[in-house]
């Protein structure tokens, strides 16, 4: 008796077992083609998500099938929205996203939003800087050293896809 009642139950568990489907992908900045780190994205109707890794790389399982509306989320950009992304039940949706960063730095514009000049504009140059040490020290009348301005501003690491590009050196802005 306890052998039929065990099989009744599992057929009964089976029938109302609701068929699921994965979302996974990639995301990548449409600009740069790098991926998209650290963000994450959302099944707005479920409140279900996953973590974006550090490659651009997600996963979200087990959704119901139908069509879903994914709200994706990067550090210091709007959010934006992928509307009709259709889930079949026991299969992987793979989507590759290029996301278009609207981005408020631009490389081509170089002159000083505050000052609107060029003269005191240096370029922000991000990542390990290397200085070669091969020239002589300029000294004045006096004999002290004369010290170089830079020709550059060292902005660390890039880590939004959207860093400045550009110093002011007159209204100490970057932008």
């Not at 099938?65 to 994706?72: E, F, Q, R, S, T």
């Not at 091969?134 to 010290?147: A, F, R, V």
């Amino acid at each position: 008796m306890k052998f039929a009642i065990l099989i009744f139950f599992l057929i009964f568990l089976n029938l109302n077992a609701i068929p699921t489907g994965t979302i996974k992908g990639e995301i990548y900045y449409s600009n740069s083609k790098l991926p998209v780190r650290y963000g994450t994205i959302e099944i707005k109707s479920l409140k279900k998500g996953s973590y974006i890794d550090s490659i651009g790389n997600f996963e979200i399982k087990n959704i119901e099938a139908g069509v879903y509306d994914l709200k994706l989320h990067v550090n210091y950009f709007d959010d934006s929205t992928l509307n009709n992304i259709r889930v079949n039940s026991d299969s992987v949706t793979d989507l590759k996203i290029s996301f278009v960063s609207n981005c408020q730095y631009s490389r081509s514009d170089s002159i000083c939003p505050v000052c609107k000049k060029i003269d005191k504009v240096i370029p922000i140059v991000y990542g390990l800087i290397v200085f070669e040490n091969d020239k002589t020290d300029t000294t004045d009348n006096s004999g002290s050293i004369i010290e170089e301005e830079q020709s550059f501003k060292m902005g660390g690491c890039n880590v939004t896809g959207c860093d400045p590009f550009w110093y002011c050196r007159r209204d100490s802005i970057s932008f």
